[in-house]
């Protein structure tokens, strides 16, 4: 089965960026929303950011005001810029481009994850 492909992961100190990037590769138009989830060792996997094809959205509080989600419709991506992380917002995180945006359910349709480490 084709999955979303994430990438941009990496180790961070606190107080820095990194940018997330999933593409869906399907070759089809993404119609749904699209996010961004997250999931912390001992944790539930927990919403971070969601957008619709248009560029509604939709942040945890967590991260509102740290975080900015995008996507570019022509490339079926979504991006996720981080700001100002945290040791907190330590996880892995996955990509779901089958996002019901009303209800914020998303189908089981996910990337592999890719790994974000903020720490000193």
């Known amino acids: 089965q084709v999955r979303p492909v994430e990438s941009g992961g990496g180790l961070v100190q606190p107080g820095g960026s990194l940018t997330l990037t999933c593409r869906d590769s399907?070759?089809?138009?993404?119609?749904?929303?699209m996010g961004w989830y997250r999931q912390a060792p001992g944790k539930q996997r927990e919403l971070v950011a969601a957008?619709?094809?248009?560029?509604?959205?939709h942040y945890a509080d967590s991260v509102k005001g740290r975080f900015t989600i995008s996507r570019d419709n022509a490339k079926n991506t979504v991006y996720l810029q981080m700001n100002s992380l945290k040791p907190e917002d330590t996880a892995v995180y996955y990509c779901?481009?089958?996002?019901?945006?009303?209800?914020?359910?998303?189908?089981?349709?996910w990337g592999r994850g890719t790994q974000v480490t903020v720490s000193s």
């Open positions: 957008i619709t094809t248009g560029m509604s959205t």
């Open positions: 399907r070759g089809t138009d993404v119609m749904n929303a």
């Open positions: 779901n481009t089958e996002i019901e945006f009303a209800t914020m359910t998303p189908r089981d349709y």
